[in-house]
């Protein structure tokens, strides 16, 4: 298990989930968009098609 700590923040990797640890202190807002941003990646990264396409794709 791999662990980076930061000011207000926790990140741990074991063999199968990163866990990330925030403070209440957080913004929803930005803590949403850091979630969303997440998602596409995890969805995206067996993708083969290019990003760009499978982008549009997603925003309908």
Not at 12 to 21: F, G, L, N, P, W
Not at 25 to 36: A, I, P, R, Y
Not at 39 to 48: D, N, R
């Amino acid at each position: 298990m791999l662990t980076f700590i930061q000011k207000r923040m926790l990140i741990e990797r074991t063999d199968k989930e990163v866990i990330i640890r925030l403070s209440v202190s957080v913004d929803t807002g930005d803590l949403h968009n850091f979630l969303n941003f997440s998602w596409y990646k995890e969805i995206t990264s067996k993708f083969k098609m290019p990003k760009k396409k499978l982008t549009s794709r997603l925003k309908r």
